[in-house]
């Protein structure tokens, strides 16, 4: 069975501040999928990682993959208030569509 | 990336009717779209796999009797709950797929069975 585990699950930090959130995984994976939910919303997908060493880039969001730890990293840089929101993980398989399994969240708060 | 619209936003109902909740697909033909519930604080768990003109595929340990899924058209799937009761009470979420897999989702649907 495959498991995703995230951390940290809350975390609270200052504006300016950067941090690294975590995504392990423990089956092997040809995809990996970051997405945002804001308090009350639904999910809006953010990135979609296909590759060992793949990066991605927008805004104070950098996400990346290593297949062969089987982790992905979600980097915060320069963290405002409007980055607040509960990002979640998810690993696929090209084989399995749709049937990503979901990490349990990390919920983030900027401070003024 | 696709767009998704689904309705109601909010339903209060009382235990034992049922509820139905359309989403659908606005600007391209998905064959395929995905069912989702997410209990408060709590990560998103996969119900079901609704395909177009053919029965759906639901995910171990769902009702397919209590959860009914139609999709009937390449932009419209419904979920109905039926006979609701109060641990069904959730968000609904459903979503459908892009070029590599991801998902698009809906804005959801919340439920609340008094």
């Known amino acids: 069975e495959l498991k995703v585990e995230q951390n940290p699950l809350f975390l609270s930090m200052q504006e300016g501040k950067n941090y690294t959130i975590y995504c392990n995984y423990s089956?092997?994976?040809?995809?990996l999928y970051w997405y945002r939910q804001d308090p009350g919303k639904s999910l809006e997908s953010l990135f979609v990682?296909?590759?060992?060493?793949a990066v991605k880039q927008e805004g104070r969001l950098m996400a990346s993959l290593d297949t062969k730890a089987r982790l992905s990293t979600l980097h915060i840089t320069a963290a405002v208030h409007d980055l607040s929101a509960t990002y979640f993980c998810?690993?696929?398989?090209?084989?399995?569509?749709?049937?990503?399994?979901f990490g349990d969240g990390t919920t983030l708060t900027v401070k003024p | 990336g696709a767009v998704v619209s689904q309705h109601p936003s909010r339903v209060i109902c009382k235990s034992g009717t049922s509820v139905k909740i359309e989403c659908r697909s606005l600007?391209?033909?998905?064959?395929?779209m995905f069912w989702y519930r997410q209990f408060p604080k709590q990560s998103l768990m996969l119900m079901a796999t609704?395909?177009?003109?053919?029965?759906?595929?639901?995910e171990q340990g769902v009702e397919k009797d209590k959860f009914l899924i139609n999709h009937a058209s390449l932009t419209l799937s419904t979920l109905t709950v039926t006979s609701a009761h109060p641990e069904d009470s959730s968000f609904y979420i459903c979503?459908?797929?892009?070029?590599?897999?991801?998902?698009?989702f809906g804005p959801g649907t919340r439920l609340t069975v008094l």
């Open positions: 998810a690993v696929g398989f090209n084989t399995n569509a749709g049937k990503s399994t």
């Open positions: 990682l296909l590759s060992n060493g």
């Open positions: 609704s395909n177009e003109g053919s029965k759906a595929t639901y």
């Open positions: 089956t092997t994976s040809d995809r």
């Open positions: 979503s459908v797929e892009g070029a590599w897999n991801e998902q698009f």
């Open positions: 600007d391209f033909q998905a064959t395929t």
